[in-house]
């Protein structure tokens, strides 16, 4: 074993590039002073707001016209205030054309509906970012501290109520944990819907593969600016482990947020948003909060009337007082898939389910099947890490109707032909009686999907005692732990959660190898192209190599 901790930042330096010049990005430029009025609502653009250190960044805002004493839902990302037109750059994301006006901020809330329901919505462009000055930083902590001062600014205009929610998805989800910590007196309720709360672990290094596309996606979303931005791609290069930098990109305690927050996720979003939303549902601190888990489009699903209906019933609560249905909804909602847009939604009292029962499917590489008892006989089953797609599966045939809702964990003994660590891709699919892919919707766009996915960087298998449970290892990412060639490794490989019902008859099928095996052709799309496997990977199973999945069964309710 070798440590790599002693990659110690100097007074976390950070990497900056020079940025794209924004008109290169359609920026209409700097608009302030400029007032106009479009659909009963009153809009001013690009007003200034002072930080504290002295920068000042420009948002736009939007009120109903002739009215005051207004709440106010607050947008913050570096994408660009301005850019909205349509969804057409995403195809089949399901948001209709002309369903979301131009004023909307991407994946945030429409102004043109929300005025008409007595608010003010205002977004802001993060530091740096298109007329803003100073520098982009990624995700940092400065984000954080700037949304405090606008928030606290914003509170305090004269035809505000006080009252400051914090609105949007993904980036403007993933800021908002950032921001609730920091406890801004003015911030009154948040609704993340479908943001990462951990950057390493669920968004650059799943299982301490560092994802090598998306990253890039991203860098080219937030390069607009007429300083410098933070060199995305080279700073994620440069940290493999989980060090002071990638440390610096996540909320540090969940548990200080203390505001009311609806929370939303996917079972679909596997390698983004699904497991950091769910874990920080557990871990904020709110004695008002809610989940909220569906297996649809997650663009589709925040611009649908029914989920605006319910956003709307929350921010009269908590941002004008007013009673709504919020005083009636279960604490947590989730959709039970049967496949692609088929499924049912069931209220519970708590996320994890309290009466969920883990139960262990013994791998037996000699019939490539699961199986409740631990086979007696060792085995093994071998493919080449390096080949796309060279693979092994094991199935596993219900005999009564079950349903698996929650994550899950894959033991495997493993063991390399060549080289010392291994890259291992693990992947769920539900078939039915005839053997075939159950399709589940995935990542926005995807109707195709699987059922829930896993990953390991062997060299990354040292795992936390105090945060690991037995369905769950937690791993640390701070050395890299080599394998010795032909020495067989118990590993244990986390699987995000899912919630799914399977028929008499119907089968779960793992699926291991060497590289993804979720794949598809959009330019967001996650890949992990940096491989450390060089040959032959063997798994173990039977007798001392009691390989498994173990598996959450929820029981009926009483």
């Known amino acids: 074993m070798f440590d790599l901790k002693g990659e110690k930042l100097m007074s976390m330096e950070i990497k900056m590039i020079d940025g794209t010049d924004p008109s290169e990005g359609k920026y209409p430029g700097l608009r302030t002073g400029s007032v106009e009025q479009v659909n009963g609502m009153s809009i001013e653009w690009d007003v200034p707001v ?17 009215m005051v004493n207004l709440p106010i839902i607050l947008t913050w990302s570096p994408y660009g205030k301005h850019g909205l037109k349509n969804f057409d750059i995403f195809p089949n994301s399901g948001v209709p ?26 977004n802001g462009d993060a530091r740096g970012s298109w007329g803003c000055e100073g520098d982009v930083q990624i995700l940092g902590p400065q984000e954080a501290d700037d949304g405090y001062d606008v928030i606290e600014w914003a509170g305090k205009l004269p035809w505000s109520n006080g009252h400051v929610g914090l609105a949007g998805v993904s980036y403007l989800a993933i800021v908002q944990w950032r921001i609730a910590a920091l406890r801004p007196p003015h911030l009154s309720c948040i609704n993340p819907w479908e943001g990462f709360s951990d950057m390493y672990r669920e968004y650059g290094f799943h299982g301490g593969i560092p994802e090598t ?35 610096s990109k996540s909320c540090s305690d969940l548990s200080l947020i203390e505001v009311p927050a609806y929370i939303v996720a996917d079972w679909g979003d596997q390698g983004l948003h699904t497991r950091g939303t769910l874990e920080a549902f557990k871990l904020i601190s709110s004695h008002d909060k ?35 249905e919020v005083d009636s909804w279960p604490r947590v909602s989730i959709e039970v898939r049967d496949r692609a847009f088929q499924g049912v939604v069931r209220t519970e009292e708590s996320w994890p389910i ?13 019939t490539r099947s699961m199986c409740l008892t631990a086979p007696a ?66 990542m926005a766009m995807i109707e195709d999907g699987p059922l829930a996915l896993g990953w390991l960087r062997v060299s990354h298998r040292e795992v936390d005692p105090a945060r690991s ?70 798994v173990y199973t039977g007798g001392a190599c009691d390989s498994y999945i173990l598996v959450p069964v929820v029981g009926k309710s009483d």
Not at 97 to 122: C, K, M, N, R
Not at 354 to 366: A, I, Q, S
């Open 50 to 66: 002072r930080m504290r250190d002295g920068v000042t960044i420009y948002v736009d805002i939007f009120r109903p016209v002739g």
């Open 213 to 247: 596309n998306f990253v890039k996606f991203m860098a080219r979303s937030c390069q607009f600016t007429r300083g410098r931005v933070e060199d995305w791609v080279g700073m994620h290069s440069s940290h493999p482990l989980l060090d002071e930098y990638n440390q």
């Open 354 to 366: 309290e009466r969920t029962k883990y139960v262990k499917l013994y791998l037996d590489g000699l």
């Open 469 to 538: 449970t037995e369905e769950r290892p937690w791993l640390t990412h701070r050395r890299l732990m080599p394998m010795s060639q032909g020495e067989i490794l118990p590993v244990d490989i986390e699987v995000w959660a899912s919630s799914t019902k399977f028929e008499p008859g119907e089968c779960l099928r793992l699926t291991v190898q060497g590289n993804d095996i979720f794949k598809y052709d959009l330019p967001q799309a996650q890949l992990h192209q940096e491989s450390v496997n060089q040959g032959r990977q063997v």
């Open 377 to 442: 006989q060792k085995a093994s089953l071998s493919y080449d890490g390096r080949v796309i797609d060279d693979h092994i599966d094991f199935i596993y045939c219900f005999q009564e109707e079950t349903e698996l809702t929650g994550g899950m964990k894959v033991r495997l003994y493993v063991a390399t032909e060549a080289g010392d660590d291994m890259d291992i891709f693990v992947a769920l699919d539900k078939l039915d009686r005839h053997g075939e892919v159950v399709p589940f919707v995935a």
């Open 290 to 324: 809610w989940l909220e888990v569906h297996g649809r489009k997650k663009w589709q699903y925040y611009y649908q009337s029914s989920s605006l209906e319910r956003q709307r019933a929350f921010y009269d609560k908590y941002l004008k007082g007013i009673s709504s």
């Open 97 to 122: 054309l002309g369903s979301v006006s131009s004023y909307a901020v991407w994946e945030g809330p429409d102004p043109i509906f929300w005025t008409a329901q007595g608010y003010a919505v205002i």
